[in-house]
């Protein structure tokens, strides 16, 4: 039997960057997966890495704040891995011109005209400039992060704590993190409804060189160091009816085929943008990537939900019940809903996650699981 400090489930960014912060600060660590590293949403991610426009506000506060972090972070780990040459964003109706023209991050506005100097397979677009992006392989950066972890191949039914321990087959650890991605959480976290989001990267060999990541609803990246461009969406939400799935996740009821016509979709939209000349398809990517409504990353303690209610009911009523003295599952962390953006938050958010665990500094609020809990507990 091998007694961890710490038992990561799930790795992907976010178990992974948990497991390179807590063994810099000399813990042990296990780290758990069915799939394998970077096997769920983070072997599929694109992976882009980009600043979000307009006007400053507590969300894109914290995407850039991430994004300056994670940039500097992973030319450091692994500059093999990252290709930083900026993002053209091109309006869309999620992003019109104002959105993207009206904000305090750097860019330039490049027209129809200048695009078509800098490369004649451009298509008629236009677009603004933002040299602060990059696109990054994620297996590559997931294998380096956890190169010196002990890693278990497993698929965990259940959590048994005992004696101060979490054991898990023959690995015993103190404390645990759940870093599950769309899996199904090992305890109730009723506060925490993650949706599953689907998507498709389609990594192409083509001879045309795209000097820069392009971004309207789908993503092209620049020429990667590995010679190939991935090109990627996430579009489709689990929780509506209407949709069939194209990947396997715990909460999925259908599983269908399509490969081709997504593809063939995908393709035709990044020919909108820029003409990809003798395109060869190499390999495809599907996967589901976790999301709440408030489109804010989570992560600290777990709050038991029911006992908290139990033994303080008045929050229920908005009375003020400080967080420490809320229940709480023992040792137990968590570490999810990282969005379209996991591998911007990875890094920046599990090194404030082991702060917090291991030295007591405060978390920003609007990342922390009391949060959650409080809003769906005065709701409910
Ligand atoms: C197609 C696509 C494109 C994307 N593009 C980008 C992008 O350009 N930029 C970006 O930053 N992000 C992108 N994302 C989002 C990004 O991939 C996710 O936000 C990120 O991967 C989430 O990381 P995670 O570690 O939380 O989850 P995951 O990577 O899904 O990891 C969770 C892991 O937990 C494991 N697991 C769960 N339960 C159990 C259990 N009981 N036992 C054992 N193992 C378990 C799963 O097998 C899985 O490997 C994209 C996602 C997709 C799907």
Do not use: W
């Not at 769920?40 to 969300?59: E, I, M, R, V, W």
């Not at 305890?187 to 389609?202: A, D, N």
């Not at 999301?291 to 777990?302: C, D, M, Q």
Request: proline share 4%; glycine share 6%; with cysteine.
């Amino acid at each position: 039997m091998k007694i961890y400090d710490f038992l990561i489930i799930g790795a992907g960014s976010a178990g992974c960057s948990m497991a390179y912060f807590l063994q810099k600060e000399n813990k042990s660590v296990a780290l758990i997966d069915r799939e394998g590293i970077a096997g769920g949403a983070s072997g599929a991610a694109g992976a882009f890495l980009s600043p979000l426009p307009g006007k400053k506000n507590p969300y894109n506060s914290l995407v850039n704040a991430a994004l300056e972090y994670s940039l500097d972070f992973y030319e450091k780990l692994l500059s093999k891995a990252v290709d930083k040459k900026g993002v053209l964003r091109v309006a869309d109706s999620n992003f019109d011109e104002k959105k993207l023209s009206q904000n305090s991050i750097k860019h330039k506005y490049l027209d129809s005209k200048k695009l078509h100097e800098i490369s004649k397979n451009f298509m008629n677009i236009d677009g603004f400039f933002y040299e602060n992006a990059a696109v990054i392989d994620p297996l590559q950066i997931c294998l380096e992060l956890t190169k010196k972890c002990d890693f278990y191949k497993r698929d965990v039914k259940e959590l048994c704590f005992k004696d101060g321990f979490y054991t898990i087959d023959d690995i015993k650890a103190r404390s645990i993190i759940l870093a599950q991605g769309v899996g199904s959480s090992l305890v109730e976290i009723p506060y925490m409804k993650i949706s599953p989001i689907f998507g498709l990267r389609v990594d192409v060999k083509t001879t045309t060189k795209v000097p820069f990541n392009i971004h309207k609803s789908i993503s092209v990246s620049t020429n990667k160091q590995d010679g190939t461009i991935s090109i990627g969406a996430t579009q489709q939400r689990h929780d509506d009816e209407k949709m069939e799935c194209l990947t396997t996740c715990d909460k999925c009821a259908y599983y269908i085929n399509s490969d081709e016509v997504q593809i063939a979709t995908l393709l035709k939209q990044a020919e909108e943008l820029i003409k990809l000349e003798d395109l060869e398809v190499v390999k495809t990517y599907k996967g589901a990537r976790a999301t709440i409504k408030s489109y804010f990353p989570v992560i600290g303690k777990v709050v038991d939900y029911e006992r908290s209610l139990k033994k303080h009911p008045s929050i229920k009523n908005g009375t003020k019940i400080p967080p420490e003295m809320l229940e709480y599952y023992p040792n137990m962390y968590l570490i999810n809903a990282l969005g379209s953006r996991g591998f911007v938050y990875g890094p920046y958010l599990a090194k404030i996650l082991t702060k917090s665990i291991l030295h007591n500094e405060t978390m920003p609020k609007e990342v922390s699981t009391e949060k959650l809990f409080y809003k769906a507990a005065r709701k409910n």
